[in-house]
Every structure is written in C-alpha cells, then in structure tokens.
Nanobody
Framework: QVQLVESGGGLVQAGGSLRLSCAAS????????MGWYRQAPGKQRELVAS???????TYADSVKGRFTISRGNAENTVFLQMNRLKPEDTAVYYC??????????????WGQGTQVTVSS
C-alpha cells in the first residue's frame, strides 16, 4: 500500500524557518502532482502549495514569497521550505499526492500530518 510520511514540523519563533519533507513508500508509480495542505484549529483545510510532474507550481496568496515547494531527487518526494514564518502559519501540514490516468489506484493520497507552531 502507498503511504506518505511528513517530517520537519516543530516549534519556531516568528520570522524563523522550517523545512518540511514528504516521501512516499510502497508505490510503483509517480504522482502526477504533489502538494502541501494545512489545517489550523477551527479552520478548513487549505492548499498551501503544489507542484506537478512537469514542475508547475501553485501557491496560496498568503505564502507567496515566503514558501517554496520543490521536488526531491527521489521519486515521489517533495519539500516545503518555509521562511519568515508568522503565527498565522500555525497548523497541521499535510502532504498530498495525486495520481491521475494510471490505474485502479488513481486518486488522492494523504500523510498523517506534521505540526507547525509559530510563536509570537
């Protein structure tokens, strides 16, 4: 079975940086797109950034200029470099992988999440 695992979350002061990592295991395919979502307490889950297998990126307006999504050299890996963090960035961050037009395994895959807490 395909599993996504996030790492790199933690507690950081406002203005600091964190780098999140996500890696998939148990797959024999490449995700068409991978991305990061986040969910703060009492709020809906929202897209933070995504990147397609062609390298096209998308960012939420709230993180543009501060966050950078990138692919790793290993297949089905993705990173999120978060700079100049703000308290409002505090949330659980989830890794997502999307598989389209491949097989019966098509769909969205999610990690368990990693907590990011930014103190003021």
């Amino acid at each position: 079975q395909v599993q996504l695992v996030e790492s790199g979350g933690g507690l950081v002061q406002a203005g600091g940086s964190l780098r999140l990592s996500c890696a998939a295991s148990g797959s024999i395919f490449s995700f068409n797109a991978m991305g990061w979502y986040r969910q703060a307490p009492g709020k809906q889950r929202e897209l933070v950034a995504s990147i397609t297998d062609r390298g096209r990126t998308t960012y939420a307006d709230s993180v543009k200029g501060r966050f950078t999504i990138s692919r790793g050299n290993a297949e089905n890996t993705v990173f999120l470099q978060m700079n100049r963090l703000k308290p409002e960035d505090t949330a659980v961050y989830y890794c997502n992988g999307a598989l389209i037009h491949y097989s019966e395994y098509d769909g969205d895959y999610w990690g368990q999440g990693t907590q990011v807490t930014v103190s003021s």
